[in-house]
């Protein structure tokens, strides 16, 4: 056998093997989970917070966080990043509460103390039925979807099925085939990804407003996944970036409260667009 060939074939059956161990424990490599003792005791500074479960039909457990303020206005449905679990995500809810927000806060299957065999299917139905549970109790109107880096792309997905307030995009990613292509270029994911979160599909369906946030240094998803993604619905989305900020340090920023204070509590002025210059063309004359 000529030495190429060998070569050749000992390179394809590597390619191989790294196809089949990513395919198999890409779990492994997408989510960073932390998982809690069913005693774990929720402890927030300042907080009012309810904990709860909720079993899904095919008997995994959800829990979740409720964090309440004074007559509040309504309530976000936080979708967090893909790491540890909501003890630590939950310091984020002041930043809802402080503008009368309630929040709820749960965790994907295999993080804190929720259960169940994680897909991007369960954790869609799950995530549905967090939502009805919600609408049960407030209308649709009055609930907002904020979604956290992972949490974009299913925050994204529920309002695409659903009649929320409005959708609020934190360092979302275009799709999460993109963001995993920018590091395997060479491997087959869009056969091998389990997790291929086409956030710019469901995007197209989304009626709400839509809000995007996102640090132009973001090394981890790039800013100009959220400049493709305002592309979709221009005209139904807004666009602000934090200046200077990354992935995982945007709540450090004054400008990122700022743009979030305004957003939730609909201080954006309302400009008559037929008293600008909007139809106006430079002329080259």
């Known amino acids: 056998m000529p030495i190429w060939l060998h070569t050749l074939i000992w390179i394809f059956a590597i390619y191989i093997v790294i196809s089949v161990l990513l395919y198999y424990f890409q779990d492994q490599f997408l989510f960073k989970p932390e998982k809690l003792p069913k005693d774990f005791l929720f402890e927030y500074e300042n907080q009012q917070v309810e904990e709860y479960n909720l079993e899904t039909t095919d008997g995994a457990i959800i829990n979740g966080l409720h964090f309440k303020t004074i007559n509040p206005k309504g309530v976000v449905l936080y979708l967090k990043g893909n790491s540890k679990s909501i003890k630590g995500w939950g310091k984020f809810a002041v930043d809802f509460t402080r503008n009368y927000y309630d929040v709820i806060m749960v965790d994907y299957r295999g993080f804190g103390k929720s259960t169940g065999k994680r897909s991007q299917e369960a954790i869609k139905r799950d995530l549905q039925y967090v939502y009805n549970k919600i609408k049960q109790r407030v209308p649709e109107k009055y609930i907002i979807l904020y979604g956290r880096s992972l949490g974009s792309g299913f925050a994204t997905k529920l309002a695409s099925i659903n009649k929320p307030k409005m959708l ?15 590091y395997m270029p060479f491997m087959p994911l869009s056969i091998l990804l389990k997790y291929p979160m086409p956030t710019h599909k469901w995007l197209q369906y989304v009626k709400c407003p839509v809000h995007i946030i996102h640090g132009t240094n973001d090394k981890l998803i790039p800013f100009k996944s959220s400049i493709k993604l305002a592309q ?19 709540n450090t920023f004054a400008s990122y409260h700022l743009i979030l204070t305004q957003i939730i509590q609909e201080q954006l002025i309302d400009v008559d667009l037929s008293t600008t210059s909007i139809g106006v063309k430079h002329s080259y004359k």
């Not at 609020?168 to 275009?174: F, Q």
């Open 168 to 182: 609020i995009l934190d360092a979302p990613y275009y799709s999460l085939l993109s963001v995993t292509g920018r």
């Open 232 to 250: 979709i619905q221009p005209f139904n989305t807004q666009l602000y970036p934090i200046v200077g900020g990354g992935h995982k340090n945007m």
